[in-house]
């Protein structure tokens, strides 16, 4: 079978964009659960493959828009090399996804940094990553000296107003930090170790978002930002567009600083938590409960944005035509809110978004690409789901 007659065979059973008729809802996800976790393969037909549990328990591989369709392909992760030849770095995640027993953004996150940091995936993968988790340390650090610097101006009283950071690292510091929540230790009925430890735990649960200060910024917190930068840098880019491009443009502008919005919410509310240690302490496990929450949905709502942002800060600065490749390929792939997430009245420009990436992702990879073959079509067919 030619390739022609391939690409006839895949579009017949292609899915037509949602219609008036239809449930325009269909075509997002439900959940973040059921959007899944991005995995970062290298291979070129696993570019922003998700990871999600499907609903007998089993591990699925999400791959929007594959052979030019307006769907997307759903595997079970364990037939993955079966179908694509993977490479030395996607077989090493493979490998970890497979055992991976609690498949979320973070854990995701966790194990490909493990595999990058080898080289496997080349130098600069392996730099890029070994950097990130340098500043990550860096700033989860930092932030466990400032979350107790910050409970002591909070709750030590004016004889500790004048204190340093910087004095906690230091024997006499800390006598002097013991000392000042000595008081709140007796006005609250508990004990000085507990107040310590508990911040120390607090410190490390809430590192991924980190403080409201220099130098303690949380990798979560720092993405955030980085949305606001990135989607400025999208509209600037586009204002000397031709209109089909400006409209792609457009919608990674608006996706970009709509997810930036939900995400804002939930650092704010990370920080009313740390502007209030002496309530953390005192309900200490409605605390831990509330902190969580947040942190796992801050993981989920950024999830896939960091890659979209390096793509675009590695752009060729001089090539226009290249540049435009990136911004289909990133309007392609932003990351769509799930139904449970957003407010009624933001259901039309995500249905929106995403029926016009589907439409964008189709053209990406169609077959003609040389990304996959015919005997990989084959193979994939046996997996295809109709709905996006």
């Given at each position: ?23 325009p ?120 000296l ?52 508990s ?27 980085g ?54 302490l ?51 792939f932003t ?38 073959d ?15």
């Amino acid at each position: 079978m030619n390739k022609q007659k391939i690409v006839q065979s895949v579009s017949h059973k292609t899915p037509d964009a949602p219609t008036a008729s239809d449930d325009p809802l269909s075509c997002l996800p439900e959940t973040f659960l059921t959007r899944g976790a991005r995995t970062p393969f290298t291979s070129k037909s696993l570019r922003y493959a998700r990871v999600a549990v499907g609903k007998n328990g089993r591990a699925m591989v999400n791959l929007p828009g594959l052979a030019g369709g307006l769907g997307t392909y759903e595997l079970p992760l364990d037939t993955l090399r079966d179908v694509f030849d993977l490479s030395v770095h996607d077989r090493m995640l493979f490998d970890r996804l497979l055992v991976l027993e609690n498949v979320r953004p973070d854990t995701v996150l966790e194990q490909a940094r493990a595999v990058a940091v080898t080289g496997v995936g080349g130098i600069e993968l392996a730099r890029i990553s070994a950097a990130r988790d340098k500043d990550e340390k860096s700033s989860r650090e930092l932030g466990q000296l400032a979350v107790m610097h910050q409970a002591l101006l909070q709750l030590g009283g004016a004889a500790v107003q004048d204190m340093k950071r910087e004095e906690l690292l230091t024997m006499d510091g800390q006598v002097r930090a013991r000392k000042a929540l000595n008081r709140f230790s007796s006005e609250h009925n508990v004990a000085i170790e507990t107040i310590i430890d508990s911040l120390g735990e607090w410190s490390k649960m809430s590192a991924p978002v980190g403080l409201a200060l220099e130098g303690c910024h949380g990798p979560l917190r720092r993405l955030a930002a980085g949305l606001q930068k990135f989607a400025a840098d999208i509209d600037e880019w586009s204002s000397s567009e031709q209109s089909d491009f400006r409209f792609m443009a457009g919608r990674i502008s608006s996706a970009t600083k709509a997810t930036y919005d939900h995400a804002m919410k939930q650092v704010k509310q990370v920080d009313a938590w740390n502007n209030e240690l002496g309530k953390v302490l005192t309900d200490w496990e409605r605390a831990k409960k509330e902190i969580a929450k947040m942190i796992d949905h801050l993981w989920w709502l950024l999830d896939g944005w960091q890659e979209l942002i390096d793509v675009w800060d590695r752009r060729p600065v001089n090539d226009r035509v290249r540049q435009r490749e990136l911004i289909e390929e990133i309007a392609s792939f932003t990351p769509v809110l799930p139904i449970d997430e957003i407010w009624e009245k933001e259901q039309a420009f995500w249905v929106d978004v995403r029926v016009n990436q589907m439409l964008w992702a189709g053209e990406l990879r169609k077959l003609g690409s040389g990304e996959i073959d015919a005997d990989m079509v084959d193979r994939l067919e046996r997996f295809r789901r109709q709905s996006a």
